[in-house]
Every structure is written in structure tokens, then in C-alpha cells.
């Protein structure tokens, strides 16, 4: 089950990604909002890794983007 959840996750860190650049952000940027380390968020975003993140990550990226954090989660 946990294999079937791995493209979602991989689609979060696509989405975190694209949001992050339409406001002009950089990883660093980013990463300086959230004080978390900027390799943290490079992990989140990396197309080819499968690194899980917690609600309350997802929902301070989302606050820190000015994006619904719905909008992560949409896998239409």
C-alpha cells in the first residue's frame, strides 16, 4: 500500500515546487521562512525521491506560499 502512495507524494513535492516559483521564491528563501534547512525542502521537492511530510509541514509551506493547501492535494 505504501508503494501506491509514493507518486502522490512525489506529485506534493512537484506541486510545493511550482507554487515555490511563482512567487518567486528559491528553495533558500523558502526554507528561511519555514527555519527549516534548505536541503529539507530540495528533499520535498526532488522528482525522484519519496520523502513524506507531515500535515503541519504541508500546512506551513502553504501559509508561507499564500496558496490552499488543498491545492497540494488535487490529483486530478
Known amino acids: 500500500m505504501e508503494r501506491e502512495f ?7 513535492g512537484l506541486k510545493i515546487a511550482y507554487y515555490r516559483k ?3 521564491y528559491t528553495q ?3 526554507a528561511e521562512k519555514l527555519e527549516v534547512a534548505t536541503s529539507y525542502i530540495g528533499q ?5 525521491m519519496y520523502k513524506p511530510i ?6 506551513r509551506i502553504a501559509q508561507a506560499l499564500d496558496v ?7 490529483f486530478d
Open 22 to 24: 511563482l512567487q518567486g
Open 44 to 48: 520535498i521537492e526532488a522528482p525522484g
Open 28 to 30: 533558500e528563501k523558502l
Open 68 to 74: 490552499p493547501a488543498y491545492k497540494f492535494l488535487q
Open 54 to 59: 507531515s500535515l503541519t509541514t504541508l500546512l
Open 6 to 12: 509514493e507518486q502522490e507524494y512525489k506529485m506534493i
